[in-house]
């Protein structure tokens, strides 16, 4: 039987008319999350999504994600920011494995209706394994309908 370490610990803090979070996340080498909505966690660029959900091995060399975000909303034609830096390194904190820098846009636009853009761009580093090692660049529009 494998043991699978996990950690999480953030702390938010109201800043500038909007919410500033850091944090880190820690997935020790044998951590899997197969039914897991990864996306949402660990960049957008989805660059250990698949290792994530246990697909390519796996995290062979766990993940830390150190991490900031900022959200304000309230802004002109009512959109809200999201704003996200990431700095990846692998279970033992010795490795880099790149950083990447995500931002949202949302719109409501009714009450059962959302309009969501969010662009990422994942810096991979020469020396990481190859899963971390290219860069990614990415954008996609979203419309979200609530029932």
Known sequence: VDEALYG??????????????????????TFRTPLATVHAYNGFADAFATNRLGLNGGLAEGLTDV????VKKGLPFGLVFKGFLHAYMDGDFSESLGYEADM??????????TLVTKFAYFFGDD????????????ASVQLDFKF
Do not use: C, R, W
């Not at 991490?67 to 900022?70: G, N």
């Not at 020396?127 to 990415?138: H, L, M, V, W």
């Open 127 to 138: 020396d990481a394994p190859d899963y971390a090692k290219y860069d990614i660049e990415q």
């Open 104 to 113: 949202v846009l949302a719109k409501k636009l009714s009450d059962q209706m």
């Open 8 to 29: 999480h610990v953030k702390y938010s803090q109201k800043v500038a008319g909007g919410m500033g979070t850091v944090g880190v996340e820690y997935l020790g080498e």
């Open 67 to 70: 991490y900031a975000s900022y």
